[in-house]
């Protein structure tokens, strides 16, 4: 007589009607088997979900699971109305699984109170991973990033590979790279091997991580929620421990958003500072290379590096200002408070009062003034860059894109031309305000939104998150997202970053105040 023999009946029917429920998708059905209420809890390698309301959001995002059978289920009592079952499932397309679950009746019935998953090992997850190698391309043996894996977003020029863009026609249209991109090959000479190339939205035209093709990347830090794009697969990769760093690019904010979504140090490059010759562009005006790694000193290695080593393909020297300190002086501009969420306000409040910091409010102006014509002088910038192959190719991006190009396509001379014009006077003004002080904001309005959020919902975050970014954009100035608040969300704590906009070329030393920074502010936990 096995384990699973003695299991009392109802629990077995209970238990065997959730196994049906899992591989039919039935989501009613797999909400109902969980116990309602905050204390439910269900885990896997991506992290812990708490309460029902979070595990139903996770499963309407995650779609069915791989067809399996169960092969063995051990039953444990743990007291009256209380079992513990452990089983272990065989998958059709090869390899097994774990599961774990905590049965409790609750009036009357056999409800999961508590669940962990370990799935089939994946070669790798294809959401985050265009390819990898073991590792791709081996780096110096020596130098200060030796021993450091990099995840490189498709949209950067490998030598012996396509770029692929996020999207599987562009990669079966392209050809093969024959040389790599000077950001590439920065970090290979610092000592730091590629581990592979990792997903982007389609054509970086994007910052909320998803991808109509690929899927959704995960996200490390908050489970059940979008990873922030364009750089989502690089940031996940980073984030769930995958790879070192991230070589990212940051148009109106893809380095900072999904830093600020998965608890990351993410590095907008001051425009122009970094070359981006094997780097397919979007929107060359406000293109720049990044960078994202888990803590600040890895980060600094990179910046330290790429930014000021002679013979550098980045540069030949950013010595001079990027060398100096940029001064202890903090702008928050009035405006960006006003565009955030409450708990993010409160929280970014409390920061700045518990850490003393020397701050002045200043005003940028209405956030649309930058947005407006940003998205103008965007949108015709990537239509031109890009309007020959989507005419080529009808159909071949998603829903989201598409509409995004479209409008791209109806962009007037005119119309860019006022959007320019528009801008001047704003990149000016912002030069200004970081002349003698750093500017600190949130860098988007809240936690990251959740796998299961609407178009709608989805595209309001989208609008504010840009209101945000745009202004360092505009200007061309470094901006350093840090992982410094924690701010409440319905599934779980969850993290934002606060950002630092310097002058045009101080990035080194940004990244410097921001460790600074960090060091001083997280003695005290900002929720």
């Known amino acids: 007589m096995t384990a699973a023999e003695t299991m009392p009946d109802d629990l077995r029917a209970a238990f065997e009607a959730y196994e049906r429920a ?24 991506a992290g812990l979900l708490v309460g029902h309301d979070a595990i139903s959001a996770f499963r309407g995002a995650r779609g069915g699971v791989s067809a399996r059978t169960i092969d063995r289920v051990e039953y444990r009592p743990l007291a009256d109305g209380v079992a513990l079952l452990v089983s272990v499932s065989r998958y059709e397309g090869g390899g097994t699984g774990l599961q774990t679950q905590v049965w409790q009746q609750v009036d009357g019935r056999w409800l999961i109170t508590a669940a962990h998953v370990t ?82 939205d389609e054509f970086a035209y994007s910052i909320a991580g998803d991808n109509a093709h690929y899927g959704t990347p995960p996200n490390g830090a908050l489970p059940g929620s979008l990873p922030g794009g364009s750089s989502s697969g690089p940031a996940s990769a980073v984030a769930t421990g995958q790879a070192d760093i991230a070589l990212a690019t940051d148009t109106a904010g893809s380095v ?68 100096d300190d940029v001064p202890w002086r903090f702008r928050v501009p009035t405006e960006a408070l006003a565009a955030v969420d409450a708990h993010t306000r409160a929280a970014f409040e409390e920061l700045i009062a518990a850490s003393a910091l020397p701050v002045e409010e200043v005003a940028l102006g ?50 860019e031309a006022a959007a320019r014009a528009a801008l001047a006077p704003l990149r000016d003004a912002l030069h200004e305000l970081v002349r003698d002080a750093v500017l600190l904001l949130p860098t988007v309005p809240g936690p990251a939104p959740s796998r299961t959020a609407t178009g709608v919902d989805v595209d309001a975050v989208r609008q504010n998150t840009l209101r945000l970014t745009t202004p360092a954009a505009v200007a061309g100035l470094p901006a350093l997202s840090v992982p410094l608040l924690t701010v409440a969300s319905d599934r779980g704590p969850a993290p934002v970053g606060v950002s630092l906009v310097s002058r045009a070329g101080t990035d080194i030393a940004l990244v410097r105040l921001g460790r600074a920074l960090h060091a001083r502010t997280t003695e005290t936990e900002f929720a």
Request: with cysteine.
């Open 22 to 45: 899992i591989v039919a998708n039935d989501v009613d059905a797999l909400d109902a088997a969980f116990a309602p209420g905050a204390q439910t809890l269900r885990g896997d390698a």
């Open 119 to 200: 799935p089939r090992t994946p070669a790798f997850d294809r959401a985050v991973w265009r390819t990898v190698g073991d590792p791709l391309y081996q780096g110096a043996w020596e130098g200060p990033l030796a021993g450091l894996t990099v995840a490189v977003k498709d949209v950067f020029a490998i030598k012996g590979y396509r770029i692929g863009a996020g999207n599987p026609a562009y990669l079966a249209s392209a050809r093969a790279e024959t040389t790599s991109a000077p950001a590439v090959g920065d970090l290979l000479r610092g000592g730091a091997s590629l581990r592979g190339i990792a997903r982007t």
């Open 256 to 323: 900072r958003v999904p830093a600020s979504y998965q608890g990351l140090w993410g590095l907008r490059t001051t425009h122009d500072l970094v070359p981006r010759q094997g780097m397919l562009p979007l929107a060359q005006s406000f293109d720049t290379v990044g960078w994202l790694a888990r803590d600040g000193a890895t980060l600094q290695a990179v910046a330290d590096w790429c930014l000021s080593y002679d013979g550098s393909d980045s540069t030949e020297s950013v010595f001079g200002a990027s060398r």
């Open 366 to 415: 209405d956030l649309d003034d930058y947005l407006v014509p940003f998205r103008t002088v965007q949108g015709a910038e990537a239509w031109r860059n890009n309007g020959e192959w989507l005419r080529a190719h009808p159909g071949a991006t998603g829903p989201a894109v598409t509409e995004r190009f479209r409008a791209a396509a109806a962009i007037t001379a005119t119309a």
